[in-house]
T-cell receptor
Framework: AQSVTQPDIHITVSEGASLELRCNYS??????LFWYVQSPGQGLQLLLK??????LVQGIKGFEAEFKRSQSSFNLRKPSVHWSDAAEYFC????????????FGRGTSLIVHP | DAGITQSPRYKITETGRQVTLMCHQT?????MFWYRQDLGHGLRLIYY???????DKGEVPDGYVVSRSKTENFPLTLESATRSQTSVYFC???????????FGAGSRLTVL
């Protein structure tokens, strides 16, 4: 069965610092991978997705993620964090074919210090 | 373009009462989902629907009922609410099959 692990429950960074949120997945083939962001009191919004091709994908709000098959990872990065990036971040794994229900990680809460 | 609309946004009820959370989509996503979000558990899938009149259980279906008579609506009913069902509930629609999800803003339910 597929699974997603986000090893960090909370991450604290200073505004302007770089950010990396970790995501590891377990799946038998090449998965579809996603990062979603949830701002306080809001629903989840898709940040970026990987289906195939270039393993470095660009998303909205200046985020990027890199798919590393050898490490079963899909870490989210941002070179300079803004206070408005404080939110909950969820990694998810899906599968080609469209009928596969995506599995979400438990989320990482990002705290940004001024 | 509203996407996924949930109502009510906030609901307080008492143990034993029936509660229905509504979910409406303005698009034509074939898949729709209900999740609950609780501290320490992330998002847990309650039920999902692949099309009208087709529903299936997720990870935590006990105590919940769903229906999907029309593609655009996917209500979630708690037939007899319990305190453990106090949570934030999210409805989502699936684009490109089930993989890319669009979420509603959530319904915060408190069961006293």
């Amino acid at each position: 069965a597929q699974s997603v692990t986000q090893p960090d429950i909370h991450i604290t960074v200073s505004e302007g610092a770089s950010l990396e949120l970790r995501c590891n997945y377990s799946y038998g083939a090449t998965p579809y991978l996603f990062w979603y962001v949830q701002s306080p009191g809001q629903g989840l919004q898709l940040l970026l997705k990987y289906f195939s091709g270039d393993t470095l994908v660009q998303g909205i709000k200046g985020f990027e993620a890199e798919f590393k098959r050898s490490q079963s990872s899909f870490n989210l990065r941002k070179p300079s964090v803004h206070w408005s990036d404080a939110a909950e971040y969820f990694c998810a794994v899906g599968a080609p074919g469209g009928s596969y229900i995506p599995t979400f990680g438990r989320g990482t809460s990002l705290i940004v210090h001024p | 373009d509203a996407g996924i609309t949930q109502s009510p946004r906030y609901k307080i009820t008492e143990t034993g009462r029936q509660v229905t959370l509504m979910c409406h989509q303005t698009w034509s996503h074939s898949y729709m989902f209900w999740y609950r979000q609780d501290l320490g558990h992330g998002l847990r899938l309650i039920y999902y629907s692949a099309a009208a009149d087709i529903t299936d259980k997720g990870e935590v279906p006990d105590g919940y009922v769903v229906s999907r008579s029309k593609t655009e609506n996917f209500p979630l009913t708690l037939e007899s609410a319990t305190r453990s069902q106090t949570s934030v509930y999210f409805c989502a629609g699936g684009a490109g099959g089930a993989n890319v999800l669009t979420f509603g803003a959530g319904s915060r339910l408190t069961v006293l």
